[in-house]
């Protein structure tokens, strides 16, 4: 009898040469009954028990099997060749193990599915669970028609490239999407052999909570447009403002749609077609947020930051918050270019600007932060992490006072990769977020400072997140420093902060920002954001 949808069609279990019941070779064999002839449970003819060809237990391919099989000889479990543990792209790696070096996670190549190899075929010849065994083996029996549990593996078992499932080529990869054999290792930490687990930092980020963008492509929102024309888009700029009205729709369409180095020439190209200045015939035009938006949007990044830093510094009050957030999350060639703008534009420089108006530790930690001046290596050294996390904690939780010199001097001065493992070592050591040993130790501006910065070089995206939502909750919107990081991250990591403000606020920021803004001012944000996720 036979049930509905049952036997499977090719390659199932039981095997689909002969179904259930079975036609020839199956199970219960057909020729031959019980005990079969050949190839049956247990074996007569030609193979009896134990079988001389094809039997059980089975002398090339079979379960457990001679070349190949289960304990194997070539590729197997426990494998020679990339098994586990692996000589080169297994589980553990030698070479290019996890974390990721290239690519990430997930893996542009080689991950999960996998593109090009990657997991689950670490490599064609080995690893687990692409054995590829010389005749079958196991897992990947590949009995006479397509057994159990194979997708009929014509070469190479389940999982294993290039027949069964996963990729095609099965090329030698990491886990997942490491480097291929060969390549360096991973930048952290250290890449020594027993590198801690880091956990990860509410972003889906494993171990390093913020990768350097360059391993992972592109995250920004907007990319350069193919073949704009400054000169072209000038005329539609000039276009949409000449006459009654203006064109909003025309300028947001356009600045929303090219990236900061194909706006920025349009100013001097607006100048030298209408010998008249782009801003200022902008500023005639529009009004309000979309306005201040337009406007950041047409000045290069340095620009823009030395003019909110110049803001932030003039107003009534000082805007403490957004000092900590450009000088903290910018690198060090960019904070030189914007304290050089500063100074022409301004007549007065960054450092002289920050000590007139601020005090104290606070006021060190921001002179600190705006010399440009911190470590940028990649490499971390795990014992010197541990050394700075004693500095910290013997600073701060284990003295009566802080020494908050101890905090500014490893906070301004070493790598993000490097702060990154010291705080790794500090939770470690002391049982508790450095964050909440800070908020303990200080107070006042000095305390929001440090807490910022560390916040910012753990994981920045998280950072920038929480930014946005505070602009955006209780009553009236922020808009300075909605638009400062609508502008200034949208080429960097807006991708990664909008899956960040997904993760932390259960809300997407593209619905967040439409249900806070509105008009022309809301059109151009969205553009900036993306996307909804």
């Known amino acids: 009898m036979s ?106 190549a080689g991950g999960f599915p996998p593109q090009a190899g990657g997991y689950p075929a670490q490599s064609g010849a080995g690893g687990y669970p692409s054995q590829q065994p010389a005749a079958g083996g196991y897992p990947s029996q590949q009995p006479a028609a397509g057994g159990y549990p194979s997708q009929q593996p014509a070469a190479g078992g389940w999982g294993a490239a290039p027949a069964g499932y996963g990729a095609p080529g099965g090329a030698p990869q990491g886990y997942p999407g490491g480097p291929a054999p060969g390549q360096p290792m991973p930048n952290y930490p250290g890449a ?163 000590s007139s108006d601020t005090s104290g530790h606070f006021r060190r930690l921001l002179i600190s932060l705006s010399q440009g001046n911190r470590d940028e290596r990649d490499t971390v050294d795990i014992s010197l992490a541990k050394q700075d996390a004693q500095k910290l904690y013997a600073a701060g939780e284990n003295k009566v006072g802080t020494d908050e010199s101890q905090f500014n001097a490893i906070l301004c001065a070493r790598s993000k990769p490097h702060l990154r493992a010291v705080f790794q070592e500090y939770q470690k050591m002391c049982g508790r977020e450095i964050e909440k040993s800070i908020g303990r130790e200080m107070s006042g501006n000095v305390e929001s400072g440090m807490v910022a910065v560390v916040k910012c070089i753990k994981n920045t995206p998280v950072y920038f997140a929480e930014r946005l939502h505070k602009a955006m909750q209780g009553a009236g919107t922020k808009d300075t420093t909605l638009i400062r990081i609508m502008v200034s991250r949208s080429e960097k990591d807006m991708l990664d902060i909008r899956q960040a403000y997904m993760q932390t606020y259960g809300k997407s920021l593209y619905t967040h920002i439409s249900g806070d803004t509105s008009g022309d001012y809301k059109k151009l944000l969205l553009k900036l954001c993306g996307g909804s996720d």
Do not use: W
């Open 3 to 108: 049930y509905p949808g049952y036997p499977p069609q090719s390659g199932g279990y039981p095997p689909q040469a002969g179904g259930y019941p079975p036609q020839p070779g199956a199970y219960p064999p057909q020729a031959g009954g019980y005990p079969p002839a050949a190839g049956g449970y247990p074996p007569a003819a030609g193979g009896g028990f134990p079988p001389a060809a094809g039997g059980y237990p089975p002398q090339a391919g079979g379960y457990p099997p001679q070349a190949g099989g289960f304990p194997p000889q070539a590729g197997g479990y426990p494998p020679q060749a990339g098994g586990f543990p692996p000589a080169a792209g297994g589980y553990p790696q030698a070479a290019g193990g996890y974390p990721p070096q290239a690519g990430g996670y997930p893996a542009p």
């Open 192 to 354: 020594p052999a027993t590198n801690p687990s880091m956990p990860g930092y509410g972003s889906g980020v494993p171990s390093q909570p913020q990768a350097p963008a360059i391993h992972k492509g592109f995250r920004g929102s907007i990319k350069d447009f193919p073949g704009a024309d400054p000169l072209r888009d000038v005329e539609v700029l000039r276009k949409a403002m000449k006459g009654f009205g203006t064109d909003e729709n025309a300028i947001t369409e356009l600045l929303g749609n090219r990236s900061s180095k194909q706006r920025v020439p349009l100013v001097a190209a607006y100048k030298t077609t209408y010998g008249k200045d782009l801003f200022h015939d902008l500023k005639s035009e529009l009004t309000g947020n979309y306005e201040k938006l337009v406007l950041a949007m047409l000045k290069n990044p340095s620009q823009f930051d030395a003019s909110e830093l110049r803001e932030a510094i003039k107003g009534a009050g000082t805007d403490e918050a957004c000092l900590i957030e450009i000088l903290s999350s910018r690198s060090n060639d960019e904070i030189r270019e914007i304290t050089k703008i500063y100074k022409s534009e301004y007549g007065k420089s960054l450092e002289d600007a920050i």
